[in-house]
């Protein structure tokens, strides 16, 4: 399949590519890979879904056709299994207020691109709507109870029932039902989302831009609003939540009218919904395919839940907040930060992009500079290999430079990983730069994620940031 990207690059751009990479994807299934040729940079997207695709395709071009800021579709194969879209960087906004997200204070740069994607939100739900066809949407035209239903037996089924709390079924269906009447009283003929986060929206020349949105379909304003502000991991105090709010219901106001007042009591219940649309979505990605960034967003999101607990919303659904409240006041759940296991991240990059940001809030760890081993990119017959390929490999094995540099890294890293095991402790960062991330720190990073998950047993989640390569080591069990 990734033969027919090259020969739709060819047939878009009339050469083939001249490199070819595949990048990290988080929950999705669809596999994403750059192409890159003399001249152009375009994405690549295999997909399983051939009604999902459609839905994209379809999607993409009437939103470009509306003047909104997405990527557009440059070439679809016959089947529209695959096809090639813009290339707009890798500046995701998730990135982009990492600073802001780890200490929870935004700096007035971070907030100004915070504002900017509210107000295009607003825009996106209603000028996007104009003209839409929501049966070429996938799996559902629309917001309606089936689509409800699913997310909240979503989050019985994958998240609820996996924790061990005893509940009666009966009644919290129930309550299901009044949380699902409530969410379908405003009927609305604006464009939702329905998986808006910063991790969706790229920056291009200072602008926010908007990926991944073949989930959407006809539905409230409200859904998104709460799916962005409330992500897991995005840490926004409840001061930042209120202005964003308000810069996004006065661009709404150029659309239709606002009640404010009314728009925050509605609200609420959509961020009770999506909280637990998103448990559920950590559940199955986390508990079942064992994919480790879901359960590390499973605190925060029970985090921004024990808050909404706290708050009045609730009280329309008592029976379904004593089932929550007993639920985040769960031991594993309480004493999940003490008991988590250390995760190593090993980077390799290039210095001319500067040091990798530290996500977990520690500020980084190690940094080994591998300028001073002799470069293989110096020679063109290493141009287009990297560390991982074997005449890379064999190149720095038999200079030796590497080798003595590496043991003596392997040192140093490991009394600390020894140590922050006994001490309990829950991130390690090891980053590897050399001039172009590229060969030397490739290499190394690899040798080093295999040499502490053979000593020591640990998750060691491995990034090859200038090659948008991610792998993990899982954790040897006991």
């Known amino acids: 399949m990734t033969q027919s990207l090259s020969q739709l690059f060819k047939q878009a751009t009339q050469e083939l590519p001249i490199e070819q990479i595949e990048l990290a994807a988080s929950g999705s299934n669809r596999r994403y890979f750059r192409l890159k040729g003399a001249h152009q940079s375009l994405i690549g997207v295999i997909g399983t879904s051939q009604e999902e695709n459609s839905a994209f395709l379809y999607m993409s071009r009437h939103f470009a056709k509306q003047g909104l800021n997405v990527p557009r579709v440059i070439i679809a194969s016959e089947d529209k299994m695959c096809y090639l879209q813009e290339d707009l960087g890798d500046t995701l906004l998730f990135d982009y207020i990492a600073d ?29 709507a104009k003209g839409f066809d929501f049966r070429e949407c996938y799996p559902q035209p629309e917001f309606n109870e089936r689509s409800i239903k699913w997310d909240l037996n979503y989050f019985k089924y994958c998240f609820l029932k996996a924790t061990g709390l005893d509940f009666q079924e009966d009644r919290l269906e129930n309550e299901f039902d009044r949380l699902a ?4 009283q405003e009927k609305s003929d604006t464009f939702m989302y329905r998986d808006f ?7 291009v020349d200072d602008k926010p831009y908007f990926i991944d949105f073949q989930g959407g379909r006809r539905g409230p304003v409200y859904y998104d609003v709460a799916s962005f502000l409330w992500q897991a991991k995005a840490n926004y105090k409840h001061e930042l939540r209120h202005e964003l709010i308000g810069v996004y219901l ?8 606002v009640n404010k007042d009314e728009f ?34 499973i605190p925060a999101a029970l985090d921004n839940l024990r808050q909404l607990l706290k708050g009045d919303s609730v009280n329309e659904y008592p029976y379904l907040a004593e089932v929550l409240r007993n639920m985040t006041e769960l031991k594993q759940f309480k004493e ?25 809030g520690n500020g980084g760890g190690f940094v080994f500079d591998c300028r001073a081993v002799n470069n293989p990119g110096k020679y063109e017959r290493y ?25 003596n890294a392997y ?28 060969h030397r720190s490739v290499y190394a990073a690899e040798k080093m994620a295999k040499h502490i998950n053979d000593k020591f047993g640990v998750e060691v989640q491995l990034i090859h940031r200038e090659q948008n390569i991610e792998t993990s080591l899982p954790a040897r069990a006991e």
């Open 197 to 203: 986060q910063s991790r969706n929206v790229m920056i």
């Open 181 to 184: 009447n409530i969410l379908l």
């Open 250 to 257: 006065d661009e709404l106001s150029k659309y239709k009218p």
């Open 383 to 407: 141009t287009f290999f990297t560390g991982l390929d074997e005449p890379v490999i064999k190149f720095l094995e038999d200079d030796g430079e590497i080798l003595p540099f590496l043991e």
């Open 411 to 438: 040192n140093l890293v490991d009394a600390s990983v020894k140590r922050y095991i006994d001490r309990g402790f829950r991130n390690l960062m090891v980053s590897f730069g050399c001039t172009g991330g590229q």
């Open 264 to 297: 925050m009591h509605t609200l609420q219940h959509y961020v009770l919904f999506r909280l637990l649309q998103v448990l559920g979505a950590y559940g199955f990605r986390g508990y079942f395919e064992k994919k480790p960034h879901f359960l590390q967003s």
């Open 100 to 128: 802001g997200r780890k200490t929870g204070v935004f700096c007035e740069g971070e907030k100004k691109m915070l504002r900017k994607t509210m107000r295009a939100l607003a825009q996106f739900q209603v000028e996007g």
């Open 336 to 360: 999940a930060n003490v008991r988590k296991p250390l995760v190593v991240k090993v980077f390799s990059f290039s210095y001319k992009k500067g040091i990798p940001n530290d996500d977990s």
